[in-house]
């Protein structure tokens, strides 16, 4: 029972080189969602989806871009890292829009560390 | 103000000791309120939603204030294996008919042999 599952786990980049993050998950949930968290603050939501094909941002965007174009996968995208991006990255889905009336419960894959040189 | 707050701790208690925290929101109009539970270095999971009526779990008893604006985690009899840090998360109705989803920053307990 996969869940879901985030490659890689760590990452060193140098500033300006680009990345993929991939997330993957095998409970045929609608909704997706990339978090970054950081210390002294709250996790906080970089880019979400509802659906195959769709995608939106969340609070923090900039410097991301993701696409949704199988409904099992949601990719995170750095087109030229900074060093304000090193943090830890959660990969999270859900059946329902979280907490639209009812109690959706949000799942996380493992996280994966980038550190920005 | 921050839209949840909590108090980050730690707060390093005996084992069997009952301890509490708390968690407060800005927003009246949020919805629906969670604790998550997040091991060193691990993911966050799902420890319970929070009730209007309160809810239990085991040793574990949220509480929802609405009046106040705050919700509340008691843990009894804590064990060495509750040693984590404790996510408050508050749902807002959002702009397009989505839920806002907040996290605190999470209060970090230590449960001392």
């Known amino acids: 029972n996969a869940g879901v599952t985030q490659t890689p786990k760590f990452r060193v980049l140098k500033t300006g080189q680009s990345m993929t993050l991939l997330c993957a998950q095998d409970?045929?949930?609608?909704?997706m969602y990339w978090y970054r968290q950081d210390p002294g603050m709250g996790l906080r939501l970089i880019h979400y989806?509802?659906?195959?094909?769709t995608t939106a941002k969340g609070e923090v965007p900039d410097g991301y871009n993701v696409s949704r174009l199988k409904k099992q996968n949601f990719l995170l995208g750095l087109e030229s890292a900074a060093p304000s991006q090193t943090s830890v990255y959660f990969c999270?889905?859900?059946?329902?829009?979280?907490?639209?009336w009812g109690t959706g419960e949000l799942f996380f894959g493992e996280g994966s560390r980038l550190t920005v040189l | 103000r921050k839209e949840v707050e909590q108090d980050p701790g730690p707060f390093n208690v005996p084992e069997g000791a009952t301890v509490a925290f708390n968690c407060t929101y800005s927003?009246?109009?949020?919805?629906?309120f969670f604790w998550y539970r997040q091991d060193c270095r691990k993911e966050p999971k799902l420890l319970m939603s929070?009730?209007?009526s309160g809810n239990e779990d085991g040793r574990f008893t949220a509480q929802l204030n609405r009046a106040s604006q705050y919700i509340s985690l008691l843990i009894r009899d804590s064990k060495l294996s509750d040693s984590a840090t404790y996510l408050c998360?508050?749902?807002?109705?959002?702009?397009?008919?989505?839920?806002?989803?907040?996290f605190g920053i999470g209060t970090k307990l230590q449960v001392i042999p």
């Open positions: 409970m045929n949930h609608e909704y």
């Open positions: 999270a889905s859900s059946y329902t829009d979280r907490g639209a």
């Open positions: 929070v009730y209007s």
């Open positions: 927003n009246s109009a949020s919805q629906s």
């Open positions: 998360v508050v749902d807002t109705p959002g702009s397009g008919g989505y839920q806002k989803v907040t």
């Open positions: 989806s509802v659906g195959e094909g």
